[in-house]
């Protein structure tokens, strides 16, 4: 049992994760408990703790304190999670009166969370900063060891940007990550059921940060040999890391992970599927920017190696999406050729919901044109292959796109008829 942390803010990891982590690591965590042995009591020193993955930090924690040899230590954990916090110390100092010091025990803080402030890329984070100049007063204020429990990229920003600080570095414990970590990472982003952009603000981010553990641990620059299937990995990764930025309308830092997926596909036969998924997400972002010359650019790459390989389920969205484009910008024609296109590869491979949507597209240009013949059958074809898929949302869509047509044009009851079918579809499934 933990006794100075909370079990509702600290989770309980199972004795046999514990034990996998400690068996893994067996030689650093054996130098790990040594050192907190020889570091004298009421003496200022520092240490940190290499791992890249939460669960596995925790594991290692709770591997500690629970040591026979620990028994006579008194661990105080803190968790410094804001991403946006530059004075450490200052939090330090906040937190420190309140801790209970029991007698006749060797009083260590573990320290956890600051990766989120140090960040991964940039230089000189204000935080790093104060670490070098508030250096001499961790030995004054705080006169105890110190363990940072930190990801490998963090530890080396430490190096890097803070080395003054980084000075009164006694010990790095590196541990590293055991398969079934990595495993379960795997599992829960890249081969989970549901896409990161459809997940809920908290298992978005929740997500975000496995990918991002995930991204570090295939990194070559972590020590460990890439294979060709972690480099495969390593780009599926930066594509979700994107996709998740994306439906975050951060499209600075989509476009950056997508960049590097693109550098490391290059021309290799092996990743040419991912090539083409990484240039039509670009086309994607760059649409969704406000890019619009961009976004074609990427799409006709992508529309390329589409061709190249056979993806036609990629061909066809690549085509609807470039339909959309012109379309927005006016340019009519090129639109309703795209869409053509888009159909007759719907068509092909029986993408009924992609058929349903490049119908609707469609009638919604010719309407704009003026052509009400040609708007309503297009609106009718899409209309019966949602109510053949039962997609009912699309249906409503569609229904409220014909009302709107014959309200124009005149015809009341038909107009009134569609709108209330509509209604009806709405609430059914609560779309107010």
Request: glycine residues 4%; charged residues 25%; contains cysteine.
């Amino acid at each position: 049992m933990l006794s100075n942390k909370p079990l509702d803010q600290f989770k309980e990891i199972p004795e046999i994760d514990r034990q996998r982590i400690v068996e893994f690591n067996q030689e650093s965590f054996d130098q790990l408990l040594t050192f907190v042995d020889i570091v004298p009591e009421n003496a200022f020193d520092l240490g940190f703790i290499q791992s890249n993955f939460a669960k596995d930090r925790d594991a290692i924690i709770q591997a500690l304190i629970n040591h026979p040899d620990c028994q006579d230590m008194q661990f105080e954990i803190w968790d410094f999670p804001d991403s946006d916090m530059r004075f450490l110390m200052d939090e330090i100092l906040k937190v420190l009166p309140t801790v209970e010091v029991q007698a006749d025990k060797k009083l260590i803080f573990i320290v956890r969370g600051v990766e989120n402030a140090i960040g991964m890329t940039g230089e000189y984070p204000p935080m790093l900063v104060d670490f070098n100049w508030v250096r001499d007063a961790y030995p004054v204020k705080v006169p105890h060891l110190m363990l940072f429990c930190l990801p490998d990229y963090a530890i080396t920003r430490v190096a890097n940007f803070a080395p003054d600080f980084w000075a009164w570095n006694s010990g790095t414990f590196v541990f590293k990550t055991p398969a079934n970590t990595r495993d379960d990472a795997i599992s829960q982003t890249l081969d989970a059921s549901k896409g990161i952009s459809n997940c809920e603000v908290p298992e978005k981010q929740e997500r975000i940060d496995l990918l991002k553990r995930l991204l570090i641990e295939y990194t070559p620059s972590n020590g460990r040999e890439q294979t060709h299937e972690d480099l495969k990995t390593r780009i599926r990764v930066l594509n979700d890391l994107a996709i998740a930025y994306r439906s975050r309308s951060e499209y600075s830092t989509a476009t950056y992970y997508l960049k590097q997926a693109l550098d490391l596909v290059k021309d290799d036969e092996d990743f040419i599927s991912l090539k083409a998924n990484t240039l039509y997400q670009l086309g994607w972002i760059q649409d969704d920017w406000g890019n619009p010359k961009e976004a074609i650019a990427f799409y006709q790459q992508s529309l390329e190696v589409e061709e190249k390989i056979g993806n036609v389920q990629g061909k066809a969205a690549t085509l609807h999406n470039l339909a959309i484009i012109y379309a927005n910008q006016g340019d009519v024609e090129k639109a309703i050729a795209f869409y053509q296109q888009s159909l007759e590869v719907e068509e092909k491979i029986g993408n009924v919901q992609g058929k349903a949507a490049t119908l609707h597209n469609l009638a919604i240009i010719y309407a704009n044109q003026g052509d009400v013949e040609k708007a309503i059958a297009f609106y009718q074809q899409s209309l019966e292959l949602k109510e053949k898929i039962g997609n009912v949302q699309g249906k409503a869509a569609t229904l409220h796109q014909l009302a709107g047509i014959y309200g124009n044009q005149g015809d009341v009851e038909k107009a009134i008829a569609f709108y209330q079918q509509s209604l009806e579809l709405k609430e059914k499934i609560g779309n107010v």
